[in-house]
């Protein structure tokens, strides 16, 4: 079945930057967007932006265009996520997500991964 | 920005009775550009409605939704002890697609 499988969970200290990696399966990983989704602790949902695996562009929201960096490998079917400049308020599960256009509803999800900032 | 607002924020039914739950937005997008997802603890979130009406694979026919424009509704008909969790929207009509704060359903 279609899946979703992110790295493991990540201990950052303030300033650094973490990526975590998120790896398709089950479909043609070129034919569908992939989302990153936050959700800090105890907390609602939060987009951060998306990647068309097909030829690597990107959207990012106004919160994270200058800290985040998505990008992809074809060859192993894989997106990354890349967040910089780290504070204690990035300390969240982030999730990757599918979606079959430019808009559109996210499904599946990955699993997720808790990243703690903390010194 | 579209905001979401969900009510109530937190729902309390017994196991069998029907949950109707509320999706607000400021303003509406693409038509019927509303999902709805499922969050249990420690878990991620799973797709049961899109575009406003339309179950997802696999998601009982317990579960409905609803609406149109700015408002909208999930309907759960008859609850069942593992529906108990936590539900959000999400507008994906106009960028940035924003997710509603969520409704926790719990056991009374």
């Known amino acids: 079945q279609v899946q979703l499988v992110q790295s493991g969970a990540e201990v950052k200290k303030p300033g650094a930057s973490v990526k975590v990696s998120c790896k398709a399966s089950a479909y043609t990983f070129t034919n569908f967007y992939i989302y990153w989704v936050r959700q800090a602790p105890g907390q609602g949902l939060e987009w951060m932006g998306r990647?068309?695996?097909?030829?690597?562009?990107?959207s990012y929201t106004q919160n994270f265009q200058d800290r985040v960096t998505m990008t992809r490998d074809t060859s192993t079917s894989t997106v990354y996520m890349e967040l910089t400049s780290l504070t204690s308020d990035d300390t969240a599960v982030y999730y990757c997500a599918r979606s079959a256009s430019s808009w559109g509803w996210f499904d599946p999800w990955g699993q997720g991964t808790l990243v703690t900032v903390s010194s | 920005e579209i905001v979401l607002t969900q009510s109530p924020g937190t729902l309390s039914l017994s196991p069998g009775e029907r949950a109707t739950l509320s999706c607000r937005a400021t303003q509406s997008g693409r038509t019927n550009s509303l999902a709805w997802y499922q969050q249990k603890p420690g878990q991620a979130p799973r797709l049961l409605i899109f575009a406003a009406s339309s179950r997802a694979t696999g998601i009982p026919d317990r579960f409905s939704g609803s609406g149109s424009g700015t408002d909208f509704t999930l309907t759960i008909s008859r609850l069942e002890p593992e529906d108990f969790a936590v539900y959000y929207c999400q507008q994906y009509g106009r960028s940035p697609y924003t997710f509603g704060q969520g409704t926790k359903l719990e056991i009374k």
């Open positions: 990647i068309d695996p097909s030829d690597g562009s990107t």
